[in-house]
């Protein structure tokens, strides 16, 4: 059986991710920057949190852990590389180790860039990739801690996951990296008409996320840049723009 994916809408414009495995009951929440919205989904889920699943150590992401581990009692899985930065761990994670929730067995991506032990999950049914502040629906985080080459070589990998993968993000950011990537790609045919979606979803209030992997391809000017120079051109651009 599946794996079952809701988006929860945290803070002012974060994503935490519920996952939950229908053959065995498992959850588990994926960047709980906050814990009240989590704990009024769990609510209808049976109140249970086996597993939270942490991407990297900014706040927005991790600052709902400590209360959803005190009432729920669930594991912390997180990058061991980035465990002096974030709540204490039950199990660091290191590139390529698996986790399972329940029958559900993700895969860990290590994908440096935005800070430098981030990580990314990947499950495959349905194929679905939890990568926190690395790959965004239509753009890519910044640089606080990594390079340019270090965020070229981790979006490279996930680029080669099936076209059909969803891309669960942090953020709800696509309306505004839509007017950034019409800026520097304004001939793609593409994103014009993904542009046009995504302004009528968020008129409507409605989440913007996930995408797909095969449109990020089609219209994400970040994953189609050609090497980690126009890469580090798009994010100078795009930090100022």
């Known amino acids: 059986m599946p794996l079952t994916i809701r988006a929860i809408p945290v803070l002012s414009d974060n994503y935490a991710w519920l996952l939950r495995d229908e053959a ?52 912390v899985a997180g990058p061991a590389a980035e465990q002096h930065h974030l709540p204490p761990l039950d199990i660091p994670l290191h590139d390529n180790d698996t986790i399972a929730i329940g029958q559900s067995v993700g895969r860990v991506i290590a994908v440096p860039g935005h800070t430098l032990g981030h990580i990314a999950y990947y499950f495959d049914q349905p194929p679905a990739l939890f990568c926190g502040d690395t790959l965004f629906s239509l753009g890519c985080g910044r ?62 209030g409605l989440p913007t996320v996930p995408s797909t992997l095969a449109l990020e391809r089609a219209t994400n000017p970040f994953l189609r840049a050609p090497d980690a120079q126009a890469l580090a051109s798009l994010r100078r651009q795009k930090d100022v723009f």
Do not use: W
Not at 182 to 198: F, I, K, S
């Open 143 to 204: 640089l606080f801690e990594g390079t340019a080459e270090q965020m070229f070589t981790s979006l490279a990998q996930l680029h080669d996951l099936p076209g059909r993968t969803l891309v669960c993000c942090g953020h709800e950011y696509t309306l505004a990296n839509a007017i950034f990537a019409q800026h520097v790609d304004p001939a793609n045919p593409d994103l014009a008409a993904r542009a046009h979606d995504v302004r009528a979803l968020r008129n409507k």
């Open 24 to 75: 065995t009951g498992m959850t588990a929440i994926v960047d709980p920057g906050e814990a009240p919205p989590i704990e009024h989904a769990l609510e209808q889920v049976g109140h249970r949190l086996d597993f939270i699943l942490l991407t990297h150590h900014h706040q927005d992401h991790i600052g709902g852990t400590g209360a959803l581990r005190a009432r729920y009692h669930a594991k």
